[in-house]
Structure formats: structure tokens, C-alpha cells
């Protein structure tokens, strides 16, 4: 069972390169999201989306671009990197959001340092 | 706008004995979720307990069990049988009905003491 699987696990940049986080869910779910997490604070979503086709801006979407071309996955992208996005980035889907209590299941979260 | 609280950045217990993690929220509405989520140094985020606002029955998943007191907006974690897999960061978060967006307290690191 994969479940939600981020890739890379780990990647140094410089500062003004761009990247693109891969996740991908074997679960059929309709949502998805992209958290990041700091030390000493909670994880803050960044952006999400509620079906293939859709994204919506989260609690920190500045510096980042998301896409969901396919119902499996979400791309989660930085234009120009800065070390100040420098952090755990966490992805994360569920069966429906809002008025369910399904859980949101996350992947094994990918170490991004930005020098 | 609702935020979780989480007033104990750690916490230590005996392995064998109880421990309460203790979480606090604000929020104007009157459905919601609240979850208990646990990050072990491995870094997954993984689901230890849920409780819909609605229910006033306290959620149980074998060791683990919640006192939910909605009229004080707190959403304690008690953990009986301390092992010492238990060690970890546990997040209290928020999930408000008809949202998507988890709201996530900082967390409270966990230590178990052999």
C-alpha cells in the first residue's frame, strides 16, 4: 500500500533556482495538499486542491505554484527559490474535506534546504 | 479566525504510566473535527485519534483517548501505558466543517523514559 508518496526525499538549492515536488496518491482521493512545517510551529498549507483541474491558495502561497493536471497527483513548484523556504514540505490527501471526518493521510515529507 | 493552542512544548513521562497532552482552540462554530496526529523522528504524520464536535461520547483508540469539552474548547490527549514507541511530536489540529483547511496547534514533543 504506497499511499501518498512524495518525491524527492531530500534537495539543496541555491538560492533562485526553481524545483518541483512531485506527490502522488493510490487512493482515489479528491483532495489534496501541500503543507510546509518550521520548526517550533505547526504546519501552515500552502496551497490545496478539491479535484483534478482545481487549486486554491492556502494560509502561504507566496513564492510557490501548484498544479493538478491529474486526479493522482500535485505538483507543487518554486519559481525562485529563497532561504526563507527553506523547510519540511508535507503533502496530504483525503477522500473529502468540510463536512466529513475522513483524515488526511501525508506523505513521508521531502527536506528542502535553500543556500 | 480560528487557532489551536498547544501550551506544553514538552512533556516527559515514565514508560508504563499515563500522560495528558493538553490542547485548546477558538472558534465560533459549532461543527467542527479535532484531531490528535503523531510525527515520530521518522517524520510521518500519522492519525491517532479523531473526534467529531457533535459527538459528546469521548473518542478511544486502544491506549489513547481524548477528554473533549466543548463549552471550554479543549481537546486533551491521554495516553495510558506509556511505550516507548509512543515518543514523538504530537499535533492537535482543528478542521472546521465545510473547510479544507487543517488549523494545526505547534505541537508538544513527547519523551518516554525507560
Known amino acids: 500500500n504506497a499511499g501518498v508518496t512524495q518525491t524527492p526525499k531530500f534537495r539543496v538549492l541555491k538560492t533562485g533556482q526553481s524545483m518541483t515536488l512531485l506527490c502522488a496518491q493510490d487512493?482515489?482521493?479528491?483532495?489534496m495538499y501541500w503543507y510546509r512545517q518550521d520548526p517550533g510551529m505547526g504546519l501552515r498549507l500552502i496551497h490545496y486542491?478539491?479535484?483534478?483541474?482545481?487549486?486554491a491558495k492556502g494560509e502561504v502561497p507566496d513564492g510557490y505554484n501548484v498544479s493538478r493536471l491529474k486526479k493522482q497527483n500535485f505538483l507543487l513548484g518554486l519559481e525562485s527559490a529563497a532561504p526563507s523556504q527553506t523547510s519540511v514540505y508535507f503533502c496530504?490527501?483525503?477522500?473529502?474535506?468540510?463536512?466529513?471526518?475522513?483524515?488526511?493521510?501525508f506523505g513521508d515529507g521531502t527536506r528542502l534546504s535553500i543556500l | 479566525a480560528q487557532t489551536v493552542t498547544q501550551s506544553q512544548p514538552e512533556m516527559s513521562v515514565q514508560e508504563a504510566e499515563t500522560v495528558t497532552l493538553s490542547c485548546t482552540y477558538d472558534t465560533s462554530e459549532s461543527d467542527y473535527y479535532l484531531f490528535w496526529y503523531k510525527q515520530p523522528p521518522s517524520r510521518q504524520m500519522i492519525l491517532v485519534i479523531r473526534q467529531e464536535a457533535y459527538k459528546q461520547q469521548n473518542a478511544t483508540e486502544n491506549r489513547f483517548s481524548v477528554n473533549f469539552q466543548k463549552a471550554a474548547k479543549s481537546f486533551s490527549l491521554k495516553i495510558s501505558d506509556s511505550q516507548l514507541g509512543d515518543a514523538a511530536m504530537y499535533f492537535c489540529a482543528y478542521l472546521m466543517d465545510s473547510n479544507y483547511q487543517l488549523i494545526w496547534g505547534a505541537g508538544t514533543k513527547l519523551i518516554i523514559k525507560p
Open positions: 487512493m482515489n482521493h479528491e483532495y
Open positions: 486542491s478539491v479535484g483534478e483541474g482545481t487549486t
Open positions: 496530504a490527501s483525503s477522500y473529502a474535506g468540510g463536512n466529513s471526518n475522513q483524515p488526511q493521510h
